[in-house]
């Protein structure tokens, strides 16, 4: 498999930018390769508004045009809404990996079209490369620690076609080195923690805000007990431990938040699956994923873990060898060989 690495000079790019150092070295990294660079900042939400004022000071520090896209009403549509939608029904979705194929990526290739510029870029850890098939696939990165393979594995081939990621060779502290040396204001700026929409934290006070009602239910014990109610499943999520508010004389774990409103927990040991239903799959090649063994990433900081897939009535059947802690509804399952992402899709449900 070769490196997709086959852009010529000059060559035109545009480059996502968030005003934060990740984004703001791949600027600088692209125009000392040679290419043309020219900058987007995305408006998700009024919560961004401080993101488009960094982006446009970082664009200034390094001479490059920067263009800003109003995407909240996309945004709204794609992302907020059905990510708050699965938590009232005790899901536990990944915004960023909604917005990524439906949002982000999409309007910065449109963008990119009316400019007539044909390459796109971000700050993300992953490399692509062209396979022996002539498919374009992610690639873990070289930091083991920052890879960001997993919240990319919902892009097309369109996408994955004409984007560079530099950053895919780069250690963080390399990074921030680079920003250091060219004095951008971003250079020490903390990574974000939180999801971009809800800066506090608080997701439960933001859905509550839009109106929405999550389900209501009850504590399960282990042996079947009625604890008592819960203060409604999206303060819950699968694997939970703290803030449970029970004194049961013992650890509990949330193991399963159930389609009526209640919630079964279980004691240490308990939350240990060993299969998992998989659908809402998507492949590099558009293609069904094939059976057999990968390597998987049930959530984007876990480590890959050895499973066997097989396709059965639309879904993926995922066993694991050994049973993985915690497997979450609404979080993503991602399969790998070889370091390459071969497909991926949305946990259904775990055994």
Do not use: W
């Not at 999409?106 to 990119?112: G, M, P, Q, T, V």
Request: proline share 6%; aromatic share 8%; with cysteine.
């Amino acid at each position: 498999m070769d490196g997709f690495n086959t852009f010529e000079k000059q060559d035109r790019v545009l480059v996502g930018m968030s005003g934060g150092v990740d984004s703001s070295v791949t600027v600088r990294i692209l125009q000392e390769q040679g290419f043309a660079v020219q900058g987007a900042v995305i408006r998700f939400s009024p919560a961004h508004d401080a993101a488009v004022a960094a982006a446009r000071d970082a664009a200034r520090s390094l001479g490059v045009e920067v263009h800003v896209i109003d995407a909240a009403e996309a945004f709204d549509r794609e992302v907020v809404t059905p990510f708050c939608r699965s938590y009232c029904e005790g899901r536990t979705p990944n915004p960023c990996i909604l917005c990524n194929p439906a949002v982000k990526f999409r309007l910065l290739a449109e963008k990119a079209d009316e400019l007539g510029i044909p390459y796109l870029a971000t700050g993300h850890y992953a490399r692509i490369e062209r396979c022996d098939d002539g498919v374009c696939r992610l690639h873990t990165a070289e930091s083991v620690a920052r890879d960001q393979s997993y919240m990319l594995y919902r892009l097309g081939r369109d996408i994955l076609e004409r984007l560079v990621l530099p950053l895919g060779e780069f250690e963080k502290s390399d990074v921030r080195d680079i920003a250091r040396d060219i004095e951008l204001n971003c250079a020490d700026t903390p990574d974000s923690m939180e999801i971009c929409f809800i800066p506090d934290g608080d997701y439960s006070a933001y859905i509550r805000a839009r109106g929405l009602t999550p389900k209501q239910g009850r504590f399960i014990g282990p042996d079947g007990e009625d604890l008592g109610p819960h203060l409604g499943v999206d303060h819950y999520t699968v694997g939970q431990r703290k803030g449970l508010g029970l004194s049961a004389g013992r650890p509990l774990f949330v193991r399963e938040i159930c389609p009526d409103g209640n919630i079964r927990l279980a004691e240490s040991g308990g939350e240990f699956n060993r299969r998992i239903s998989v659908d809402s799959v998507v492949t590099p090649d558009g293609l069904a994923l094939p059976d057999g063994e990968y390597l998987v990433k049930i959530r984007s900081a876990a480590r890959p873990t050895p499973c066997v897939v097989r396709s059965t009535d639309g879904l993926l059947a995922v066993d694991f060898p050994e049973p993985v802690r915690a497997p979450a509804p609404g979080q993503s399952a991602v399969f790998y060989r070889d370091g390459y992402v071969m497909g991926g899709g949305m946990i259904l449900s775990a055994e």
